[in-house]
């Protein structure tokens, strides 16, 4: 090879190498993000305020414990239609607990992050051990999960004042709550365990190739089952959010949840097909939504317009998705 040649693949390699970094799930979420802001904050500078983008931030972490949970079972190549309402009983559970037996904060906790792994477990044995598609089954339970709530808490709002939990939600650092923080620290956690642990490579595996992981000894099922039951360990912890900020356990928490987490998981990188994605990507996927969210209702958009500019950015993001996988796909073969 000539030295023009070698000139000519540098350069090749380069090109590449950019495009490539463009192309990851993080960097696509960050740029939208700026861009986003800087426009808005042209029109209506309160967004530049740390108190009004701290409001957005503690906003985030609802849907974000829910899109971490989504995320997960997408990977594994499944979905998860009960993640919201499932929460919801979580937190209905919580304020029994609490207000009607007088269990303390320990208990409580427990028995709400029970809640959320019985019905992963649920989810996950209808899945794996009859068969049933994971659209069916985690649609049946979303139902059983709702009906529960209601039908357990009277539909009334449940008050657990006696907790004492207030110092939770308390913004201290940053004018921030605590229960960012621990948002924060799961979102680590969970890309340690996904990007570095056996589990995680075998999760990906399922989700990427269910019969090559087979052949290769993985047990799908209990791999699959496993997933579920954490996913419902952290959809309780999303009800447990609820909960927590609110003083008070209701029925309503949590509807919808699940739809919006999946936006969020799309956004951030999350490949539909399963075997792929960022944990990383799906926070900031969280954000780049509640950042457009936030924007809009500052700029005063009209409310369907809002939803017409959503769903866009969700097959935007679904594009990039595909995008990445044909480059993927083409740098293997070359």
Known sequence: MNSNQAIRTMKKQNGSGAVQFFMMPEIGILIPIVIIMAVTASINDSLLTWRYFSTILTGCIFIGMASLAESLIIMVGEIDLSIGMSGCLAGVICGITANNLGWPLIPCILATLLTGMLVGAVNGVMITKFGLSSWIATLATQFICQGLAVTISDGLTIPIESLGTKVFTRPKPLGLSWLF??????????????????FGYRLRAVGGNKEAAQMAGINVNRIKLLVFILAGALAAVSGLFDVLTSQSASSTYGSGREFRAIICCAIGGISMAGGAGSIYGVGLGVLLFHVLWNCLRLLKVDTNLQLVLIGAILVLAVLMDIQRKRMEAKRITQ
Request: charged share 15%; aromatic share 16%.
């Open 181 to 198: 923080f621990v948002f924060v620290i799961v979102i680590i956690i969970l890309d340690f365990v996904v990007r570095k642990t056996t």
